[in-house]
Structures are given as structure tokens and as C-alpha cells.
């Protein structure tokens, strides 16, 4: 009783006054769950299992609304705390088997800008469901309602974001990583459209606008995805497709057809794929990322349709996400490098196998480079691979040092212990954990029983995990033929004695890449300009050879010239990677006032994660 009574004191106090901006998890002092900084829930305590969700979309209101039906598992505990974020909650239930479910009061914690809302519901030693009211918010953070002018086929569209902690917008949820549900769903959409999930989908529209969904397998919360749009879908293999609108499916399926050798391979190296079927979204061009891994249906950016599969490596890794990261997931944002380090390391090995050595060893050099450039850029603290987020966004993580010092660190592990050995660790790692989440720590322990000591190696895991920089123990940069003649042309132009020939027409995205990258920010604006008369490069319609090309010029003093390809790039297209050296290369090089000037246009058609961004990076 009097156990309770402070319970319930200390429960009054965190709501009414202590759960100021910062507090990540408020309710420590009554033993909630502590070890996620990012989410309110207390899975410790009570489980939210599996849910039935029932919403309708409403393109007009531009909100979702309905039912959020939860199994919970609880051994008598007093609450159960869901994380919420702009959510109109209408009215809660509670269920026991066999009985009525009957409304209850629940309780809302203080908002935090960041974190969202704690949704507290008491419950009863027998309660086994929770059944929310509730709708979304126009602004809801995950989700992007788009005009029918920000299609190809001037129909609306709506997409979700999960990750990191952005679900919680879209569903009362405990957002936790290291947290695992399984969801069914019903869906209610305007006739003329389709809705996906990241679950098993339909292949056709109906007329009734009514779509079900269901998730077997456990994920985290950050997986579950939604899309409505005007969709096709057409079979690449017996087990892969792709979704997309109609005037692009057929050019992304051909697009997409090595994706049946990229399964074949990662099968081979790292076990049966455990998701069933592998399909892919193609959305518009404002998808603030290049692609997102949600389980049986990867959600990509148009902008990888450039007509000869160069840009693929990015279906390798959201497809390598199916094994590290969606089968074994960071248990917090703090261990993220797990999740995509390791990818990074298998997408290369994918591509490896699809498209050869030479092929991979672009993709790594280029890595290299990413890997330098953030290095100059980051504080020390950050070059760790195990950060420390606590106050932070988990945004912040989203670097070099997680994609790419985390694949280093996989592939000078590899070359420590030899391929065949490390192929099988891997293999044993994901079978071992699979369906659960893993702490570097874990990973840590894990990987030193398993992969050191068997060995007899005292390779220094610490020195990557904890402390900044490259170690000494890391591998030397690659090297790649196909880049040797790449630096070769370059020289030679860039001296201007005559013009070279270029050979240029075998280059795949990544020469381009490379080449550009090479040139030295100082280098004659009017060569720029010759290399545009003869590439047009300015109007590129590869994005990423034309964002690589803006950026340059921005930074040499050319991109002044060619302002108005820059402008139509930065309206059309929302993805993030783009946008922030672009926006940061008018800002640093005395551009700020234009820059300003095209993300007033801009800015309506970028989804929240990039407008976030945007809005930091510019001071609006
Ligand atoms: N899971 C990430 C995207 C992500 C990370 C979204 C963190 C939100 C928070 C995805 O797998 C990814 O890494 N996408 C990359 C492409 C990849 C080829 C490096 C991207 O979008 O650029
Ligand atoms: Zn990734």
C-alpha cells in the first residue's frame, strides 16, 4: 500500500513537472525501462506483442485515424507506457479475455520536442489488450502527404518513415529497437489507389479500397512502413518484384533484374532469407533517403532508375539489411554501426559476387573517401563506432563512421582471420541471433569468443569502438584499376595541354563519381565549363552524378553559372544526401541569400526528416 502511494507520488510528480525537455526516460525513478534513451516505453515491465491496426487514410485532412488494437504480456504490472507523438488520442480500452473491453482514463506525459509523448494506460493483473483510439496529425513526422503535381501520375501519395523514432507518429507504439512486434492491419484507401506495407502486400487494386496486411515475423518498431499511391506492381523473380507508379515499373523491373542474383549470393554467404518474399517501392522523388530496409518491401528513391543498373549497390544494401539489421537489430541508436557497418560490409559483397572485383573495389575506394571526408568534419567523440546519444537525435549518428568505419572494421576482421572463416562467423552470428537485438557489447563478447579466440588473435575491437580516427589496425586504403585511368584522364585534362578523347563511355556511375571527386575546388572554372559543353553534366539525369557535379562547381565558383539547373534539381528532388552538401556548399561559399531564396520553393515538397535538416543547416 505504501509501495503504491509513492508510486503513485512520484508517477504525479514526473508528469506534472519533472519530465522537462531533456528527461529521456522520466520515469527511471519508478524502475521503468532505462536502457533506450530514445523511447518512454517499459517493456520490461509490460509488452506490447502484436498489433491489429485499423485506420482509414484521409488525403483531404491528410491524417490517418482508427484503431491501434495491442496483445499485452505483463506479470501484474500497474501500467503499460507507449510512445506517441502528435497523436490525437480520442479514447482508450482495456480488454481481459472473455470479458467486455471497457474505457479507461490514461494518462499523457509532458511533450518533448524530440521524444514525443508518453501514453500511459493502467492496467489490471487479468488485462490482456489495450485498444487505441486515436488519428494523426497533418504534421506528423513520419508521414509525407504529396500533392498529385509531386507524382508522375498526378495522383496523391502518401509514405511513412519509420526510422529512427518516427513511428510513434503514426502508431502508439513502444519505439525501441530493441523492442519486437509482429502487426496485422486493414487499411482504407481512396478507391483509386493502393495501399503496401512493410508486410505481406497485394499485387492489385480492388474496388472496395480495402487492403489487409500481415507481419508474421517480429520486427522493431522502426520497420513498420506504409505507402498509398497510384501502384503497379510487376514480378522480377518468383520470389522478388517491384512496386511502383505506373509509367515506371517496367523501367524498374529492368532495372532491378540482378536482384535474383544478389539473393542467390547473400543466400550463399549468409543463410536462407527469413522474410518470405523481397520486393521494392519505388516512390517519388521527394523519399527523403536513397532506400529504407523495411522487411519484405524496401522503400527506394527514383533517383537509382538511371537506365544501366549503376546504382543498384543500393538494392544490395537494403537487401543485406534482411540479415543485419531487420533479423538482428542495434538494441539503441547507440550501437546504429551494427545495423548498417555490417550491412555496408555485406553490400559490397554482394556486388562482389554480381559484378566482380574490379566492380566492388570502385564502391569500396569510394567508401574510403566518404569515410575521410566525415573524419575532417566530426568531433572526436562522434568517430567512435559505439556513440553516445543521450540528448541527442538519433539522426546524428546517421555518418560515415557507422556505414563505412563500421564496414572497415568487417572487412579488416575478414582479412585477420581469412574470408572462409569470417564468411562462417557471420553466417553463425545471425543464426544465433536471429529475431533478437544485440548491444556492442554483446557484439563485442560475441565476436571475441567466436571469431578472436578461436583464432589466437588479439586484434584490439576497443580501438575501433571506443576512440576516434582509423586505427593502425585498419586495412590500407583500396586500390582500383578501373579508378587508375579515371586519375590518369583527369591529370591530363586538368593540365589542358589538349583535350583529351574521353573513353568515358564504359564509365559507370562510379567513375563519374571518382572523377569528379578528384578535381581540385580551385581548378579553372572555364574547363568546368568545357567538360559541361561536352557531358552536359549539368543536366544530368543521373542525380547522383549531378549532385557529385553541383557541388563541385558550387565550391569552385562556377556553380554560379549554372544556378538555375542547380534550383530545378534541389525542387525536384527530396533526398537528404543530396540536399545538405548542396544547401552547405551555397552557404559556405557566399550563397546563402539564394539558397534561402530556392528552399522557400523548395521546402513545401521535402518530407520532415529533410526539412529538419535543412531548416538547422540554413537558420530558418
Ligand atoms: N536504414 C538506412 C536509412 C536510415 C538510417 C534512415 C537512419 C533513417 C535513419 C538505409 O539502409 C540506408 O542506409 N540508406 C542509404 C543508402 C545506402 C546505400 C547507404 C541512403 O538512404 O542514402
Ligand atoms: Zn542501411
Redesign the pocket.
Known amino acids: 500500500m505504501k509501495y503504491t502511494f509513492f508510486l503513485f507520488v512520484s508517477l504525479l510528480f514526473c508528469f506534472v513537472s519533472a519530465c522537462d525537455t531533456d528527461q529521456a526516460t522520466p520515469l527511471t525513478d519508478i524502475s521503468v525501462s532505462s536502457h533506450d534513451v530514445h523511447s518512454f516505453s517499459n517493456p520490461e515491465q509490460a509488452r506490447a506483442t502484436h498489433l491489429n491496426l485499423e485506420l482509414a487514410t484521409d488525403f483531404e485532412a491528410k491524417t490517418l485515424s482508427g484503431t491501434a488494437t495491442w496483445d499485452v504480456s505483463h506479470d501484474g504490472a500497474r501500467w503499460i507506457i507507449f510512445d506517441t507523438d502528435e497523436l490525437k488520442i480520442t479514447k482508450v480500452e482495456v480488454k481481459a479475455k472473455d470479458k467486455a473491453s471497457k474505457e479507461i482514463d490514461y494518462m499523457l506525459g509532458k511533450p518533448n520536442d524530440m521524444l514525443g509523448r508518453a501514453l500511459q494506460v493502467p492496467l489490471m493483473p487479468d488485462v490482456d489488450q489495450v485498444i487505441i483510439h486515436y488519428e494523426t496529425s497533418p504534421t506528423a513526422e513520419a508521414l509525407q502527404w504529396l500533392e498529385p503535381s509531386q507524382t508522375s501520375t498526378s495522383k496523391p501519395f502518401m509514405f511513412s518513415?519509420?526510422?529512427?523514432i518516427l513511428t510513434r507518429s503514426w502508431v502508439p507504439i513502444q519505439d525501441s529497437p530493441s523492442n519486437r512486434i509482429t502487426y496485422e492491419a486493414t487499411i482504407k484507401t481512396p478507391k483509386e489507389l493502393m495501399a503496401v506495407m512493410s508486410a505481406e502486400n497485394p499485387r492489385e487494386r480492388n474496388d472496395s479500397g480495402v487492403y489487409t496486411f500481415r507481419m508474421p515475423q517480429p520486427i522493431p518498431p522502426?520497420l513498420m512502413a506504409i505507402a498509398v499511391g497510384n501502384l503497379r506492381f510487376k514480378a522480377i523473380g518468383d520470389q522478388t518484384g517491384v512496386y511502383a507508379e505506373p509509367g515506371n515499373v517496367d523501367f524498374a523491373a529492368r532495372e532491378f533484374a540482378q536482384v535474383d542474383d544478389m539473393m542467390e549470393a547473400a543466400e550463399r554467404l549468409y543463410g536462407a532469407y527469413p522474410w518470405g518474399r523481397y520486393d521494392i517501392l519505388v516512390l517519388p522523388p521527394s523519399f527523403?533517403?536513397?532506400?529504407?530496409?523495411n522487411p519484405k518491401l524496401t522503400f527506394a528513391?527514383p533517383t537509382i532508375l538511371v537506365g544501366d543498373s549503376s546504382l543498384t549497390?543500393?538494392i544490395?544494401?537494403?537487401l543485406a539489411?534482411s540479415w543485419s539489421?531487420n533479423l538482428v537489430t542495434n538494441a539503441t541508436w547507440d550501437d546504429?554501426w551494427l545495423?548498417?557497418g555490417t550491412?555496408?560490409y555485406i553490400?559490397r559483397r554482394i556486388m562482389e559476387e554480381v559484378s566482380g572485383r574490379d566492380y566492388a573495389d570502385m564502391l569500396l575506394t569510394l567508401g574510403r573517401q566518404d569515410l575521410q571526408d566525415d573524419l575532417d568534419d566530426l568531433d572526436e567523440v562522434d568517430q567512435h563506432l559505439r556513440l553516445d546519444l543521450k540528448g541527442r537525435n538519433?539522426?546524428d549518428?546517421?555518418t560515415d563512421i557507422a556505414?563505412e568505419k563500421g564496414s572497415l572494421l568487417m572487412q579488416t576482421l575478414e582479412v585477420e582471420v581469412g574470408r572462409e572463416k569470417f564468411d562462417a562467423f557471420l553466417r553463425n552470428y545471425f543464426g544465433t541471433h536471429q529475431f533478437q537485438t544485440i548491444t556492442t557489447d554483446q557484439f563485442v563478447a560475441y565476436a571475441t569468443r567466436n571469431l578472436l579466440e578461436p583464432n589466437n588473435s588479439n586484434f584490439d575491437l576497443g580501438a575501433w569502438i571506443d576512440a576516434p580516427g582509423i586505427p593502425s589496425s585498419a586495412l590500407a586504403a583500396p586500390t582500383s584499376k578501373r579508378f587508375e585511368q579515371v586519375d590518369s584522364l583527369r591529370t591530363t585534362f586538368i593540365a589542358g595541354e589538349i583535350f583529351p578523347k574521353f573513353t568515358t563511355s564504359s564509365w559507370s556511375t562510379n567513375e563519374w563519381l571518382y572523377f569528379i571527386r578528384g578535381f581540385p575546388v580551385n581548378v579553372d572554372g572555364y574547363r568546368l565549363s568545357q567538360l559541361d559543353k561536352i557531358y552536359k553534366l549539368k543536366s544530368s539525369g543521373n542525380a547522383e552524378i549531378a549532385a557529385a557535379w553541383y557541388e563541385l562547381a558550387l565550391r569552385n565558383g562556377y556553380g554560379n553559372d549554372i544556378l538555375p539547373e542547380i534550383e530545378a534539381f534541389l525542387v525536384r528532388i527530396g533526398?537528404?544526401?543530396f540536399l545538405t552538401p548542396l544547401y552547405r556548399a551555397m552557404k559556405e561559399r557566399g550563397l546563402l541569400t539564394q539558397a534561402k531564396e530556392i528552399y522557400a520553393k523548395a521546402r513545401p515538397g521535402y518530407h520532415a526528416?529533410t526539412r529538419g535538416t535543412m531548416d538547422n543547416l540554413l537558420g530558418v
Open positions: 518513415q519509420g526510422q529512427a522502426y527523403p533517403f536513397g532506400g529504407m530496409e528513391t549497390s543500393l544490395a544494401h537494403e539489411h539489421g546504429f545495423n548498417e550491412t555496408t553490400e538519433p539522426d549518428g546517421m556505414y533526398r537528404r544526401k526528416v
